[in-house]
């Protein structure tokens, strides 16, 4: 919905560090005070705007054909409505991967939340009423995150 004029200050940082010729790591973080202009104060944050997120990893990369990484995804609590009287849960998640790459194919697993944390991929705002309530409600309706999955992969180079 149409909110206004904001303003968003923050900052963002970004490294990759090369540790040797098979190992590398790299980091981003992001920190922001997302606000709304003409809102008064107590009212003026912006409902599911991030205001600290980071993701990282550490990668190997042999040359006889083996590749692996390890990162996070993390997304802080976060204001779901203007008020911060609802919250956006935030989540830390752990993907890992694994691969045998030749010039023609490539053979992997992939596993997505690794740790199987309970964690909330899309929040909102909703107010709702149910047949037995008095009161509408006014709460954060989610759609679960994946939960642990592993697949494997096998691609063709052509």
Request: hydrophobic share 35%; glycine share 6%.
């Amino acid at each position: 919905e149409p909110g206004g004029r904001t303003v968003r200050k923050g900052i963002d940082f970004s490294a990759r560090y090369q540790i040797n010729n098979w190992l590398y790591g790299d980091i981003n973080a992001d920190v922001a005070r997302p606000r709304s202009v003409d809102d008064a104060r107590g009212n003026n944050y912006i409902p599911l705007a991030p205001t600290f997120t980071s993701t990282a990893g550490l990668f190997v990369d042999l040359k006889n054909g083996f590749n692996a990484g390890i990162s996070y995804r993390y997304m802080h609590n976060r204001a779901a409505n203007n008020s911060y009287s609802l919250t956006a849960k935030g989540y830390f998640i752990t993907d890992l991967n694994a691969n045998y790459t030749t010039k023609k194919y490539e053979i992997g697993l992939v596993i997505e939340n690794l740790f199987n944390q309970s964690w909330n991929e899309a929040q909102f705002e909703y107010v709702s009423r149910l047949k037995y309530e008095t009161e509408p409600v006014d709460e954060v309706s989610n759609t679960p995150g994946v939960p642990f999955f592993a697949k494997l992969k096998l691609s063709e180079f052509f």
